[in-house]
């Protein structure tokens, strides 16, 4: 099994990044799919979270209205657009397949900096 991010990157704040993750070696489409981030000092944050066929999602207060998850379940792809970025969205941005609230596979993750 493997979850490989990608797209992270160093943007100035108000700038847009778009991070996708492949998934190989599991049925893609029969299980949930999530975003994570973990910042420097801080615990895990789940940020967003989309359902096996993409008719679903969830997403954290934190990044509402900013953060949008999809998915290509043909292409075993999950994507997460991130637009009005803020210094406070500095992290490690990691996929995760999910059943129900436990995560079964994790990503090696990817960075993400918003810097002036």
């Known amino acids: 099994v493997q979850l490989v991010e990608s797209g992270g990157d160093t943007v100035q704040p108000g700038g847009s990044l778009r991070l996708s993750c492949v998934g190989s070696g599991f049925t893609f489409s029969s299980y949930d799919m999530s975003w994570y981030r973990r910042a420097p000092g801080k615990e895990s944050e789940l940020i967003a979270r989309?359902?096996?066929?993409?008719?679903?999602?969830d997403i954290a207060d934190s990044v509402k209205g900013r953060f949008t998850i999809s998915r290509e379940n043909h292409k075993n792809t999950l994507s997460l657009q991130m637009n009005s970025l803020k210094p406070e969205d500095t992290a490690v941005y990691y996929c995760a397949c999910m059943i129900r609230t436990a995560v079964v596979y994790w990503g090696q993750g990817t960075q993400v900096t918003v810097s002036s």
């Open positions: 989309i359902s096996r066929d993409g008719g679903g999602t």
